[in-house]
């Protein structure tokens, strides 16, 4: 049954397509045949409007979805963490491969005075806006959007001082430049440096085929993260970071929700065992919903209505 050919579907971007071939390499090191099939993405094409005004989930994976549900490709390679919490029906999550580097780092142009006074800063993530302005009130933060490879090329014929990117996806295709520094205080989005790759309900074969990519250790992490972020939010976009790792022992967990312009601050650190972690982040979720994140969810709703 090995003669069914498994498409594989991603956006036509540099890192989208390296992580297609990612998968499609340890597919056919398992004896599988494939192709890659490369969509163009609505997220890509539309540049002038922030990600949240489109009130789209999963602008990025939607133009995949949609290729999927008409049998134009059989699975679909994600960064996990551009993935809505609530797959549509009759998509599932496959496999979740080995996380990357989890690190949001900020790529500058040489000179970090501007750390100590005032400075403008890029990224197109509410999460990052955030956390940047609660640790620098006094700095500008102004809206970035594009492919990787397109942000870095905006930062470099901007003004600006710096721009917020993930390691990973600069790590992958080779970009990370010389003049960066890890934020290691920010709190990186759920699922961060994690990919996933998802099939039709239906599809048993692939089903099949991609169960024997998946990495437990980094399934039960995001799936920990993504639960936290489902139940904050409930559908609306939100400053929410989280990181789930795994010690010896345990899984520590660390949740945060931040109102738009930094100022208030929500934090959760936890820790459950390995047998525990079924509602865990539903859980963490509550707690800061109960101590004050409800009210803070209602007004960021408000706003981005504005």
């Not at 340890?26 to 993405?41: P, R």
């Not at 102004?142 to 397109?150: A, I, M, P, Q």
């Amino acid at each position: 049954m090995m003669s069914k050919i498994i498409r594989i579907g991603t956006r036509d971007s540099e890192l989208a397509l390296w992580q297609a071939h990612t998968v499609q390499k340890k597919l056919n090191d398992l004896g599988y045949q494939t192709e890659i099939v490369a969509v163009k993405s609505q997220g890509d094409i539309i540049l002038d409007k922030p990600l949240y005004e489109l009130g789209i989930t999963g602008i990025f994976t939607k133009t995949l979805d949609i290729a999927m549900i008409n049998g134009q490709v059989d699975i679909a390679v994600h960064s996990m963490k551009d993935v809505p919490t609530a797959l549509p029906i009759g998509i599932v999550q496959a496999a979740v491969l080995e996380r990357a580097n989890t690190v949001d780092i900020l790529v500058h142009k040489g000179n970090l005075d501007f750390l100590n006074s005032e400075g403008t800063i890029a990224t197109g993530s509410l999460r990052r806006q955030a956390q940047w302005l609660n640790k620098y009130p006094n700095h500008n933060v102004v809206d970035l959007r594009g492919n990787v490879n397109t942000r870095m090329q905006k930062l470099q014929d901007s003004d600006w001082n710096g721009a917020i990117f993930a390691a990973a996806g600069l790590e992958r295709i080779n970009l990370k430049p010389e003049n960066y520094i890890d934020l290691s205080w920010m709190v990186p989005a759920p699922a961060q440096g994690a990919m996933v790759v998802v099939a039709m309900e239906n599809d048993d074969f692939c089903k099949e085929a991609l169960a024997k990519l998946n990495h437990t250790e980094t399934e039960i992490c995001t799936h920990i993260e993504r639960e936290f972020l489902k139940t904050l939010e409930g559908g609306c976009t939100a400053p929410i970071g989280a990181l789930a790792t795994f010690t010896s022992d345990k899984i520590d967990f660390e949740g945060v929700l931040f109102s738009l312009d930094g100022k208030e601050k929500h934090t959760i650190k936890k820790s459950c065992t390995f047998d525990s972690y079924k509602n865990f982040g539903k859980n963490c979720a509550e707690e800061i919903l109960n101590n004050g994140g409800s009210a803070l969810m209602e007004s960021i709703r408000r706003d981005l209505k504005k």
